[in-house]
């Protein structure tokens, strides 16, 4: 007769998170003005929701405006807290960016084939529209990350910068509520 002897390691159970941005609030019904006047925008965004100003400069001169659902605000400061790692990642800001034209970009149907250049991601869907009565271009791309987003880009009446409203997050879906505060940033976008 034989016997056999089973060796088992203990499970390691994995301790819930103390911190979850699961349940997005909802936008309220108030809204607030963003002002920036160093690029002459504004553009409301709801009452309850926050921003943070990046501004970068060097190779990649860049100013971005993130529009933060207040739930993710707490998230990461929670996260912070209980010294979780890659917690900046978890979250999914609303961003309006402001950067230097390429010279090879002339118009919002360069935007556009510019976008598409890119072996990296593919357009799903694209139409052309006026945000603060400029020419703009509306698509969506899948990256292979993957990694989804909806972006809304024109070129500011100056011909310097390129304006870029985006939506997006890991995944092949975005979040409703940020695509509301996206259409509420187009919609209300004015350029000084």
Wanted: contains cysteine; aromatic residues 8%; neutral net charge.
């Amino acid at each position: 007769m034989s016997s056999y002897v089973l060796l088992a390691t203990p499970a390691q159970s994995q301790r819930p998170s103390p911190c979850s941005n699961d349940n997005q609030e909802r936008p309220s019904q108030r809204r607030r003005q963003i002002i920036n006047r160093e690029y002459g925008l504004r553009f409301d965004i709801p009452a309850n929701y926050y921003t943070e100003l990046r501004s970068e400069t060097g190779h990649r001169q860049q100013l971005s405006i993130a529009v933060r659902n207040p739930t993710d605000v707490e998230f990461l400061e929670c996260a912070r807290r209980e010294g979780m790692r890659g917690y900046g990642h978890q979250v999914s800001d609303v961003r309006v960016t402001i950067e230097p034209r390429p010279s090879n970009i002339s118009n919002v149907r360069d935007i556009l084939r510019d976008a598409a250049g890119g072996g990296y991601s593919q357009i799903l869907e694209s139409n052309f529209g006026t945000i603060a009565g400029q020419d703009a271009v509306i698509y969506t791309v899948q990256t292979s990350y993957p990694e989804r987003y909806r972006y809304a880009r024109l070129i500011h009446p100056n011909g310097r910068y390129i304006i870029s409203i985006a939506a997006g997050d890991y995944g092949e879906r975005i979040d409703v509520i940020d695509l509301q505060v996206m259409n509420l940033i187009m919609s209300t976008m004015r350029i000084d």
